[in-house]
């Protein structure tokens, strides 16, 4: 039986065919994409979330990375009608993100229509001032390098930006709670503090395997 | 792999194999991952054995194509259930009433089959999305707006069938009734065509809703005789400018000259769609001790806090549509109106929005006023396992809208847990003529006491509320049996009638069976 991205594709070629805009200048999107090493999902773009620190932190390490990036506030409008469906009608590029759940809950399903997946998820967030948690499934060598580096410190997000532009393209999946400590100095603002209800959550979509 | 009820083995893989030979490998799908995708993301019943669960998926492209595949789920009495774009979410995504259903995904079928802007119509196929026809008309410069709900991934002819509303001018909120002329394939795989469609060459098809003779096409809408393959809808003339006005009013009891008002100036076509809030919404806290009062908070009491406070008691935004002139005086005349007969009443206007808009204002302006697609509602912070709508029309007075506060809030503290309606709740305003008390119950992927519960307080809500002679106009699957009891006139004769024509035009009940309650002869009994 043939996947549903390839029924979807189909379908898709027969759509109307619209003229391909630039990513508005205030989505605040860089110009470069990854090239990924073999093995990697090669990144379109990461999504990020301005409301937060953490999602701001990512998104500057991503870019250091040289992986574009598209700034939200939480609404996914604009990337998904001025660049993303575009560009998914063209082909099931792979993209990432820490964001609200939201975001991904929006971006999981039209990645379905266009044969796509979420392979890695992440939820985050911190219970108080120095201590974080956080619970990721996804490829297993991806999870794996997870739990060898661990997500402490405050430079947690940036290591989760790093994951997420190197997730694993493979078949086998695990998952693993881990918890991070903030240690002394590291400590963090009350505003930087993330709820159980404002989780942030990392995530890859990529094409489905065969 | 699940099997479609009352089939069996042999028969399934043939008709499988019919399947593939009508639409193509491509278009058939019985993966449990590819089937999984079809779930109610909202679920009320999410991993639970009720949970509906569909047991292949077909995606056609074609009316031909839709046509073969209702002709063999007929001749093999296979369950079907059509989607458009499958995004009916909080009431019931895209998973069908019976387990077990054969999804059919109009997805693919998504040609903007014509949009005019000199007279001002547009028709679709069911997979084009709001998003879709938006996109065609910018890229078009088409002089003309679509009215689209709050998310902009569905298909406005899925959101039509399930009588789906939007926020900008009068009828064209109302989807279903701005509809006009549709294609339907019946359970037989018969193609017809509705009001002047069914003239051979007819150069009015969507724009004359009647044609000649009774009209059917109401049978589709929260239906199950066919499968709707394309639609017509009238749009609206894209306006010059847009306004909005916020008028504020003092006390508890303006409400009700507050709303007679709104409604003569909504019915007159002077404002779209009217929004209604409290500013003493935001300040429950402090209005704590007065809010635990038996039979509820004297209005005197809350008249006082909301004057000591500054605050009104009351807010409507009212929104104009049209050249910056007529805007003007329909402002001029509400304010005369409002300040003639409810002292007190405060505006304030909001900015005049010339079309097109600069990007400033686009970023700014409530997108769904301006017909704009957008996916918003998804962005709070908040992550959530979604919910279930409970949607009951009430009258559009402020009579109304007390005795429906009263009646719901004596609910949740009978039941006890957190009440969804306060004081200070107001109702939805999509429908041109009627309110509904919109509330969203909690769903949870990992406590199924929160569903149960939510399940308990719905069917006790629903029967409640009809009670009161309020019905819903729209329910997810689990609830469509309990709703549809609801209206229950003349020992159901409605129902029964539905059944009759059921049984008459899909005589195998292949077609959405329980869709609205209304359930095929074989299955009556056994209702889910
Ligand atoms: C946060 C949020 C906000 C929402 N706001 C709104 C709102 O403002 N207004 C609103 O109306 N809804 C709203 N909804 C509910 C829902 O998301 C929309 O109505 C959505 O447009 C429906 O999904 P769809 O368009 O994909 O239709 P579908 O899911 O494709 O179709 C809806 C139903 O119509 C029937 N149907 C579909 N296609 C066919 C066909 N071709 N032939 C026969 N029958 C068919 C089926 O029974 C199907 O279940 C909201 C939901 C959420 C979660």
Redesign the interface.
């Known amino acids: 039986m043939p996947s549903r991205r390839e029924f979807l594709q189909a379908g898709l070629a027969a759509s109307v065919v619209s003229v391909v805009m630039p990513i508005r200048e205030a989505a605040g999107a860089s110009p470069r994409s990854a090239a990924a090493p073999p093995g990697r999902h090669p990144l379109h773009c990461v999504v990020c979330d301005m409301r937060s620190p953490w999602s701001t932190d990512f998104a500057r390490e991503a870019e250091r990375l040289g992986i574009k990036v598209v700034r939200t506030n939480g609404d996914i409008t604009d990337f998904w009608f001025h660049d993303l469906s575009l560009r998914w009608k063209e082909a099931p590029v792979a993209i990432g993100g820490l964001t609200a759940p939201g975001a991904l809950f929006c971006l999981e399903r039209l990645g379905w229509d266009h044969g796509l997946r979420v392979v890695f998820r992440g939820t985050h967030r911190l219970v108080d001032t120095s201590r974080a948690e956080h619970a990721m499934s996804g490829p297993s060598s991806t999870i794996a390098a997870a739990q060898r580096r661990g997500l402490g410190g405050a430079e947690w997000a940036c290591h989760v930006a790093r994951l997420v532009s190197s997730c694993a393209v493979e078949r086998e999946t695990s998952s693993a709670p881990l918890r991070g400590v903030l240690a002394g100095s590291e400590a963090v603002e009350h505003d930087r503090l993330i709820s159980e209800e404002d989780a942030l959550t990392s995530w890859v979509i990529a094409p489905k395997r065969a | 792999m699940a099997i479609p009820p009352g089939v069996s083995n042999r028969d399934w893989q043939t008709a499988l194999q019919q399947f593939v030979q009508a639409v193509g490998?491509?278009?058939?799908?019985?993966?449990d991952e590819?089937i999984g995708?079809y779930r109610d993301?909202y679920s009320p019943l999410w991993e639970e054995p009720e949970e509906r669960l569909a047991s292949a998926?077909i995606?056609p492209?074609t009316t031909e194509q839709v046509s073969e595949v209702v002709r063999v789920a007929n001749r093999f009495r296979i369950p079907i259930f059509p989607i458009a774009t499958g995004?009916n979410l909080g009431y019931g995504g895209s998973a069908p009433n019976l387990s077990g259903s054969v999804v059919v995904d109009l997805?693919?079928?998504?040609?903007?089959i014509e949009v005019d802007d000199r007279r001002h119509f547009a028709i679709v196929e069911p997979?084009v999305s709001y998003?879709?026809l938006y996109?065609?008309i910018q890229?078009r410069g088409l002089k003309v707006w679509i009215d689209c709900p709050d998310p902009?991934?569905g298909s406005p002819l899925g959101n039509a069938l399930d009588h789906g509303v939007g926020y900008t001018f009068g009828a064209y909120r109302d989807h279903f009734h701005s509809h006009c002329g549709l294609e339907a394939v019946l359970p037989n795989g018969d193609v017809i065509r509705t009001g002047m469609g069914a003239l051979p060459g007819a150069k009015t098809w969507a724009e004359y809703r009647y044609g000649f003779g009774p009209t059917v096409d109401g049978l589709f809408a929260q239906g199950n005789v066919g499968i709707v393959t394309k639609m017509g809808f009238h749009l609206l003339p894209a306006p010059e400018a847009y306004q909005t006005s916020v008028v504020t009013v003092p006390r508890r009891n303006d409400i009700v000259p507050l709303i007679g008002l709104v409604n003569e100036l909504e019915h007159a076509g002077l404002i779209g769609q009217p929004g209604y809030g409290s500013p003493l919404a935001a300040r429950r806290a402090d209005l704590e001790e007065l809010l635990k009062r038996p039979g509820g908070p004297p209005a005197e009491d809350l008249d006082r806090f909301a004057q000591e406070q500054k605050l009104g008691s009351w807010t409507c935004r009212l929104q104009f549509y049209g050249a910056p002139a007529v805007i003007a005086a329909h402002i001029a005349y509400a304010k005369d109106r409002f300040t003639r007969d409810i002292p007190g009443a405060t505006f304030e206007d909001g900015e005049l929005l010339r079309f097109p808009l600069t990007?400033e204002q686009l970023?700014s302006v409530r997108?769904v006023a301006v017909g704009i697609?957008?996916?918003?509602a998804?962005?709070?912070?908040?992550?959530?396992d979604g919910h279930l709508w409970f949607a009951p029309v009430i009258p559009k007075t402020g009579e109304a809208v007390l005795e429906a506060q009263r009646v719901f809030m004596d609910v949740f503290a009978r039941r006890g847990g957190p009440a969804l309606i306060s004081p200070f709740s107001m109702p939805a305003t999509w429908m041109y003529r009627a309110f509904v008390f919109l509330m969203g119950f909690p769903i949870s992927r990992s406590d199924v006491t929160v569903n149960q519960r939510t399940r308990e307080t719905m069917r006790e809500i629903i029967k409640v509320a009809a009670e009161h002679g309020w019905g819903e106009y729209r329910a997810a699957p689990a609830f469509q049996d309990d709703v549809m009891a609801a209206y229950s006139y003349n020992n159901s004769a409605l129902l029964r009638l539905h059944e009759t024509i059921k049984d008459a035009i899909d005589p195998n009940g292949i077609m959405a069976a329980g869709r609205s309650g209304i359930w095929p002869r074989h299955l009556r009994g056994r209702r889910a």
């Open positions: 490998e491509s278009g058939v799908f019985t993966s590819d995708l993301a998926a995606a492209t995004r997805k693919r079928m998504n040609r903007v997979g998003f879709d996109r065609h890229d902009g991934w990007q970023d997108k697609p957008n996916l918003a998804f962005g709070g912070r908040r992550g959530s």
